[in-house]
């Protein structure tokens, strides 16, 4: 039987992942199938499947750039070859956000927030669902406690953007969570709706660089 050493086994993944470096997020499209890979490397595990088309969010970079670090919609993370992943260009460039202020409590350039599930383009009949909140590269803190590179989520519903240097408005449009909570019961009417998470400090301000998730859109027949 091969034996291996648990210093030969922690080279293997430190020369795997050398040059990973986290990188702004972004919506990327499949040019044809692609295989997702638990590693930057053909010989790694698959653990997910991309149809040519399918859009996926790029988080950062490995292997000098020739692999995609990819989210899937369950969080996981996993990675791509670049070759194969297109910017999509009806995003706004990721890098526009880090020149945007907020408020006075500062975030990791590399942080955004969400929106696990529902995934762009669902359609939800009836119209009562769970929306499930992700965030990246920060914690979820209640709204009472100050601590860095922490704060909580805030839910844009059928809405733009509010002033970032100013107070997050709490109404039907800005849905607070101040508990901390991660996911929320929602019921819209027929039609077509858009979702957005905004991440909030501890006073209701968004950070600076602000925190947030694409604007999604879904319809309820």
Sequence with gaps: MIRYSSIAISSFLLGAFSGLAQG?????????????????TTNSYRIGYLNKGQRIRVVGSAAGGNWHQVRLDSGQMGFVYSDLLAADASQASPADR???????????ESAFSYIVWPTNGEVIPGGDFVVVFGLHG?????????????GHHHLLIDTDLPPLDAQIPNDDNHVHFGRGQTEYQLTLPSGTHTLQLLLGDANHFPHTPPVMSEKITIKVP
């Design 24 to 40: 702004e997020p972004g919506a990327y499209t499949a040019l044809s199938n692609s295989n997702i890979r638990a590693a930057p």
């Design 138 to 150: 920060m914690g979820v803190a209640p709204a009472s406690v100050d601590k860095e590179y922490t």
């Design 98 to 108: 880090t020149t945007l202020t907020g408020g006075p409590t500062p975030a990791p």
